[in-house]
């Protein structure tokens, strides 16, 4: 870190938000993620060794990841300089490689090169970085709220240790603002300020994991409150203005997106209507397009439900049909009538089995049709000896005959085993007594 670095660190720490003064600046104070740094844990050993390795720190806002990178810095030995990807381009990057590349043949000691939603940087500048964090030139400490494993450079990847930060809980996050409040040099010791029970509740409960977010509303609510008799009140009203409702974590584009669908569709299976419902808010509280929800709903009905119950396939069509005819905010709805349904409904994925043994088969059998299942309609085909032999059902007893329809290779293979749910157990029973006739 050169010097004008330094100094615009030191600043912050002294006059910056509440937030940044209160950043913990060692292992010992650092809040949560003690699966990460825990002790015993490999990145603290590698930390209190001084022997860091390349690493992507993955996880939602607030949560330690850049506190962390700056307990790296304050901790190690090695030379600490940072960029950020949404403000960085090539020529930034290049600028940090050509001091780390003078920082190892000066004065032989490595950079560590923090750099903040590395998601941000395109396949070129993740590509400019890999030749140096390959030979050793630089440590690189990504930070990122995005799945690594789709956002950055493979190969950058597979030099580096990924880890998952989790969200702070509600219980550190009081310690947190309480610190804040106790603390004379960084926080508001030196001030008389009474933060009521319900009030810490409040601002707890709504920073969503974040404790950025509950240092800056707690803040927000001693700057702008007025003393009085010498002491500053932060009830549940400043507290309600001062975090307001929580933003609802939903990037389309990542993570959160495929989770919370992820969530919906396993509720559905899982046959409960109360988590579903939930997860259906969510997305809709978040602005989901209604029409890729029902369209999930749809795939749920069919996979998951099947022939256990087949009239959810038609509660989802139509809940689709009418999310385009009614719109929203009435669509939702209609959206929970239907997700409600098929989490409700009988089970069966004896279709996805079906179809998944009938592709294979298709790929590893002859697809030659046999002769009396071909087309006998056309001229000639009775000479061919196409359909001849073609037994029609209707023609016999209970309208069914034996007969095969499969090709000779596949004769008695069987792909569809219903199951003993709902409706599918009655078509279970028809079809042992047809092979039983």
């Known amino acids: 870190m050169n010097i004008f670095e330094m100094q615009y660190e030191n600043t912050i720490k002294k006059k910056g938000p ?44 607030g949560t330690g990841k ?88 493979q190969a950058l990847i597979s030099r580096s240790l990924v880890f998952e930060f989790q969200k702070i809980t509600n219980e550190d996050i009081k310690m947190v603002v309480r610190n804040a409040l106790k603390d004379e040099e960084r926080g508001y010791g030196k001030k008389n300020i009474e933060l009521e029970d319900d009030a810490l509740n409040h601002i707890v409960e709504n920073s969503n994991g974040d ?45 959160s997106h495929y989770d919370t669908i992820s969530a919906f569709i396993k509720s559905m299976r899982g046959s409960d209507p109360d988590a579903a419902v939930f997860w259906l808010a969510k997305m809709i509280k978040a602005g989901e397009d209604p029409k890729f929800i029902a369209r999930r709903i749809i795939i749920c009905a069919s996979e998951d439900v099947g022939n ?9 069509v139509n809940a689709f049909k009418a999310v385009e005819i009614i719109g929203f905010p009435e669509g939702r709805i209609t959206l929970a009538q239907a997700a409600i349904y098929v989490a409700c409904a009988p089970k069966s994925n004896a279709s996805v089995i079906a ?66 749910s709902g409706y599918e157990s009655k078509m279970k029973k028809f079809l042992e007594y047809l092979k039983q006739s």
């Open 211 to 255: 404790i950025r977010k509950a240092l800056s509303a707690l803040e927000l609510g001693v700057e702008t409150t007025s003393e009085v008799n010498g002491r500053i009140i932060i009830d549940i009203n400043v507290a309600v203005e001062c975090i307001q409702r929580k933003k609802i974590e939903y990037d389309k584009n990542g993570d």
């Open 355 to 420: 179809i998944s043994r009938a592709m294979d088969a298709v790929e590893k059998n002859s697809l030659e049709v046999p002769l009396h299942l071909r087309d006998s309609h056309y001229g000639g085909a009775e000479k061919l000896n196409r359909g001849v032999s073609y037994k029609y059902p209707h023609d016999y007893d209970k309208y069914y005959v034996k007969q095969s329809y499969l090709p000779e290779t596949l004769k008695n293979t069987s792909f569809y085993e219903p199951k003993e």
């Open 18 to 61: 509440l937030a940044e003064r209160m950043r913990p600046m060692n292992l010992r104070d650092f809040v949560g993620q003690k699966h990460i740094v825990g002790e015993g844990r490999i990145l603290n050993r590698a930390i209190k060794a001084d022997k860091l390795s390349s690493a992507i720190f993955y996880g939602p806002p």
């Open 308 to 316: 256990a119950d087949p009239r959810a396939l038609e509660v989802a």
């Open 66 to 153: 850049t506190t962390l990178a700056r307990i790296i810095a304050e901790n190690t030995n090695n030379n600490f300089t940072t960029l950020n990807a949404v403000t960085s381009g090539i020529k930034d990057i290049k600028g940090k490689i050509s001091f780390a590349v003078d920082e190892l043949s000066i004065y032989n000691r490595r950079t560590i090169l923090f750099i903040d939603e590395i998601h941000r940087f395109n396949k070129a500048q993740q590509d400019a970085l890999l030749p140096y964090v390959e030979n050793g030139t630089i440590i690189l400490v990504g930070a990122t709220t995005e799945n690594p494993y789709f956002e950055v450079n």
